[in-house]
């Protein structure tokens, strides 16, 4: 090639080698700040947007945990006010079944109908109380919950109400029920019986909605994790390799900055062609 004053072919290429281990070294210097080796859609279009949907699956299964972790905090009450409904059952059959005693003097029999009626009153208390987040499974009209199961939200975990008020389906005795009379006992009794039954029932199933989701809760939380080593996966990057490279491409810059020095220096070696 001609040796030109006007174009230094040499420190031409030279500086196009420079460049290009500057863009890489900027690169990985990019990458060992920030630790990913596609933090934007420039380094890799394609890598990032799978990334990116993942990553709204996993703010979306966020949302799923909330509401299993708001569904099994209702559910939690609603058991612990259960029991409560249960023991004060319990207490009310030992009334109903003393109060059955014909023999009772009249004040006795007026203390232990005293004694039923507190008791029983205390069941609205607990039922009406047992809420958490708005939720109540207990209380009249209750309706029961559905908590999200999936990222798309199309796919529930429904817990049934299981009303304990007196007078339901599972707690058969009234609100004015009473043992003033050995009579009045006698059926008290068998409505506190069946009432023990449906609410040991009642208290199953709430149990079995509980542990499922748990269980759900579980799973939801492993597949957070496996979806975010994922998106690991994919976009951080290798600090040990891009260390060693860093250090790799800092000699390179040297050796450019010193090529391209040398490339410059050519078109002086014209000048000794004119010297006498």
């Known amino acids: ?9 040499g420190a031409m290429i ?17 990458r060992i700040n920030t630790g990913k080796k596609v933090s934007n859609a420039k380094d890799n279009g394609a890598i990032w947007a799978i990334a990116q949907g993942q990553r709204a699956d996993i703010g979306a ?31 009310l059959k030992e009334k109903a079944l003393a109060a059955t005693d014909r023999s009772l003097s009249t004040a006795s029999r007026a203390a232990l109908n005293e004694d039923f009626k507190a008791i029983r009153d205390q069941i609205t208390t607990v039922t009406n109380n047992a809420d958490f987040n708005g939720i109540n499974l207990l209380k ?7 908590a999200l199961a999936n990222a798309a939200g199309t796919a529930t975990l429904t817990v049934q109400a299981e009303v304990l008020a007196l007078g339901s389906t599972n707690v058969t005795v009234a609100a004015t029920t009473t043992i003033g009379t050995a009579t ?37 939380g ?4 496996a979806l975010e080593a994922g998106v690991g996966n994919l976009v951080d990057a290798d600090l040990a390799k891009e260390s060693a490279k860093l250090q790799s491409l800092q000699t390179k810059q040297q050796l ?21």
């Open 1 to 9: 090639m001609a040796n030109s004053v006007n174009t230094n072919y």
């Open 14 to 30: 030279a500086l196009q080698n420079l460049n290009a281990t500057n863009a890489e070294l900027a690169m990985t210097q990019t």
């Open 61 to 91: 299964l966020g949302a799923v945990k909330s509401s299993l972790d708001r569904g099994i905090s209702a559910v939690d009450v609603s058991l612990a006010a259960g029991e409560s409904v249960s023991d004060l059952l319990l207490q």
């Open 140 to 146: 009249t009209g209750a309706t029961g919950f559905a």
């Open 184 to 220: 009045l006992a006698t059926t008290a009794l068998g409505l506190v019986n069946a009432s023990i039954d449906n609410v040991s029932g009642a208290l199953a199933r709430l149990g079995t909605k509980a542990k499922a989701l748990e269980t759900h809760r579980t799973f939801v």
């Open 222 to 225: 492993k597949l957070t994790d």
């Open 256 to 276: 450019g900055v010193q090529a391209l020095g040398i490339a410059n220096q050519s078109p002086q070696i014209l000048l000794s062609l004119f010297r006498n």
